[in-house]
C-alpha cells in the first residue's frame, strides 16, 4: 500500500467512526460514583479498628510518624475491599525518574499444601516491595549491576482499585528509594520539600498567635492542557508515534487566528470522550472540575479542585494514563508533548499552588483588606523571596527538551521567572516599601448598561496570563510546568525554596522580639527588607515583549532559555546546599538529578533525529522524487509533441528536494558524529549538531509539502489532524 493510500485510508475510516456507548447510565447520577474505587477515609473509618484508624488519621492529619503496628490491620482491611471489588493483583505504584508511572503486579493468592489457593496480604507486604531499581533512570546513584530498590508504602496518598475488563487491580501509592535510602522518585521528596516547608510554617503561624497549629501542607490544583487527533492520523505519523510530536508538517492554510477554537462548543466526538474521562476520574476519587476548548484547534483542557500536593501529584499521573487508554477506547489518540504541532500553540500544565490547612484553609487569602492582614503579607512576601532568590531554580524544574519548545515563545511564559500580584498587592508592598501601607485598592462593580443584567462585582485588579509566577486571588499560578512532566518536580523546588523564606522570616521575627521589638514593628521591618531586597522579581506588565527581556536584565533576573542553560542551576554549591539544608535532596541527590535532566535531553533528541532522518528518507524523499519524475516525464512529452513548456514547475520543486538531500545527509552525518563520553557532551551534541540538522531537514520537506501532488504526499497533514475529529 502506498504512504499516499494509507493516508487517505485514514481520512476515510474518520469519517466512519462511530462512537461507544456512553458510560453513564440513566439511572445513575455522576455524585454515586465519586470515590468508589478508592480506600477513603470513609471505608477506612467503616473497616478499621477504632484505634488503627485514629492512628492512620494521625498521620494523614498531622504528620505523626506512622506507626508500623497499625499495617496488618490496614493490610487486611484493604485486601478484603479489594477482593469484594473483584481485584485478583496489587501493586505498588511509584513514580520514577521518567516522569512517567511504574508498577509492579502481584497476585493475592498464594498455594497451600492442601492444592488450593489463599488470598494474603499482610502489612509487611503493604509497607514494602522490592522493584528492580538497575533499569530506572537513577542518575549515577546506583550502579548497573546493583538491582535492588524498595517501594515504601505512602499512607497519607489513598490506595485505589483499577478496573479492566479482565481483572481489577489493588493500587498502593508508593515511595521508590535505593537500598542506602536515597530517592529514585519524585515522591520522595516531594514529600520531603513538604514536611520541611510545614516545619518552618508552623514557626510563623505561632509567632501570629496560633497555637500549636495543625500540619501546614501545600496543594496543587493542576490544569491539563492536551490536543486529540484520530488514532488513523496517529498510527500513519510515524513521528508523532514515536516522539509524541510532528517533526514534519507546514501551517495549514487556517490556524488559529480566528481565536474561534478557545472556549468554543465541545465536538460532540470529544465532550463524549470528556464525559466517559470524568465518570472514571470520580470513581478514583479525582475531583475534575472544568473541561474546555483550549486555543488551537484539536487542544482541550481539564482542571480539578485544589488538594493536597501529594495527592494532587499522584491523581495527575493517574489522570494522565486514564486519558490515554480512554481516548482510545474513543478512537482517539491523546498527545500531552508540549509542543506536537510547530506554528500552533503548544500545551502546559498549569500548578496552581498554595499552603495551608484544614484548620486555616489558604494562607495566601489576602481578604477585601489586604495591607491589614499582616500574616498574609508575610506568607506573600516569602513568596517573592524565595521566587527572586531561586529563580533559576524554578526553571530548572521545568527544563526538558520538550519544554524548551514551547517556553520563550508567545503563547507561554517566558523563561524569564517573575511574579505578578495584580494593582491591588503591588500596590500594597510599594506602600510598604516606602513606610508602611495604609490602605487597598477595593472592588468595584460593573454597570453593563442592560437592565435585565445583574451588575457584576468587579476584582481590584487584572490578571495577567504572561507571567510564570501569577498570584491569582488566593495562590498563585506556576505557568511555565509543560505538559508532559509531573507536577511533583515543580512542587518540591516550590515546598524547598519556601522552606528557606519561610525559615527566614520566623527567625527574623522570632530575633527582633527576642531584643524587645514590638512584634508589628518587626513585621513591617522585615516586609520592607524583602520587598527592597527582592522587589525587583515582581512584574505586572507584558513578560511576552521585547522590552521586557531588556529590562529583566537590567532588574538583575537571569534569562535560561534552554534546558542546558537551566540544568546547571541545580549543581550549584548554593542549590546543593540549600536542598541538604532541608533535608530534601543530599549533593549526590541532586547530581542524579542533573545528570538524569541531561540524559533525558539527549535521548529525546536523539530519538527524535533518528525518525526525521528514517521519514525524510523512506517517506517524503521519495513521494518528492516521484513528482519530480512525473513532472520532468510530463514536460519531457509535451516538448516531443513540440509543445512550449514552462519549465519553471520542475525548478520549483528541485530546489527543496536537493535541500532536503543535502540537509538527509548532514543529518546522518550528525546522528554518526562521536558525541563524546559524558552526559553533558551528549546533550551538547543534541543541541549544537542535531537540533539544526533537523531543521534544515524539516524546513525542505514543508516546502515540499506544498509543492508536491496531494495524491502522492505520504504523512497526514495539519490540516487533516487538526481539523477532522
Known sequence: MSGNSVRLQAITSVEAYTPPAASFTDTEAPGEVFGENVFSRSVMQKRLPKSVYKSVMAT??????????????VASAMKDWALEKGATHYAHVFYPLTGLTAEKHDSFLEPVADGTALAEFGGKTLVQGEPDASSFPNGGLRNTFEARGYTGWDVTSPAYVLENPNGNTLCIPTVFVSMTGEALDHKTPLLRSQQAMGGHAK??????????????????????????IDRHFFLARPDILNAGRALFGAKPPKGQEFDDHYFGAIPERVLGFMMDTERELFKLGIPAKTRHNEVAPGQFEVAPMFERGNVAADHQQLLMTTFKTLARKHGMEILFH???????????????????????????????????????????????????RHSGLLRASVASATNDHRLGANEAPPAIISIFLGDQLADVFEQIAKGAATSSKGKGVMHIGVDTLPVLPTDPGD???????????????????GS??????????????????LDHCATTLENAVA????????????????????????????GYSDKWQIEAADRGLPNLRTTLDALPELVTESAMDLFEKYKVFNHREMHSRYEVGLEQYALTIGVEARLTCEVGTTSILPAAVRHQTEVATNIGA????????????????????????????????????????TALAEAEHAQKELLPAMAAVRAAADTLEGIVADDLWPLPTYQEMLFIL
Not at 503561624?205 to 493542576?222: A, K, M, Q, R, Y
Not at 484553609?361 to 491589614?372: F, I, K, M
Open 60 to 73: 494523614i492529619e498531622h504528620g505523626v510518624k506512622l506507626d508500623p503496628v497499625v499495617a496488618d490491620a
Open 338 to 388: 508540549e509542543k506536537p504541532f510547530d506554528g500552533v500553540n503548544g500545551s502546559g500544565k498549569h500548578v496552581n499552588w498554595s499552603l495551608g490547612n484544614s484548620e486555616l484553609g489558604s494562607l495566601l487569602v489576602p481578604g477585601d483588606t489586604p495591607h491589614e492582614n499582616a500574616q498574609f503579607l508575610v506568607f506573600c512576601a516569602a513568596v517573592i523571596r524565595a521566587v527572586h
Open 638 to 677: 509535451l516538448k516531443a509533441a513540440g509543445v512550449e513548456v514552462d519549465t519553471a514547475g520542475l525548478a520549483e520543486v528541485t530546489e527543496p528536494l536537493t535541500a532536503l538531500r543535502a540537509a538527509l545527509a548532514a543529518l546522518k552525518a550528525a546522528l554518526a558524529a562521536d558525541p563524546g563520553e
Open 484 to 501: 508532559m512532566q509531573t507536577v511533583a518536580v515543580p512542587m518540591v523546588t516550590i515546598n524547598t525554596i519556601m522552606a528557606e523564606a
Open 463 to 481: 490578571r495577567n496570563r504572561t507571567s510564570p509566577f501569577a498570584f491569582t486571588g488566593n495562590r498563585f499560578e506556576f505557568r511555565a510546568p
Open 515 to 542: 531584643e524587645g521589638t514590638e512584634f508589628d514593628t518587626a513585621v513591617q521591618n522585615l516586609l520592607t527588607e524583602i520587598i527592597t531586597t527582592h522587589g525587583a522579581v515582581v512584574f505586572n506588565g507584558d
Open 203 to 228: 514557626r510563623v503561624l505561632t509567632l501570629f498567635g496560633h497555637e500549636s497549629p495543625d500540619n501546614i501542607v501545600s496543594f496543587c490544583g493542576p490544569e491539563q492542557e492536551y490536543f486529540l
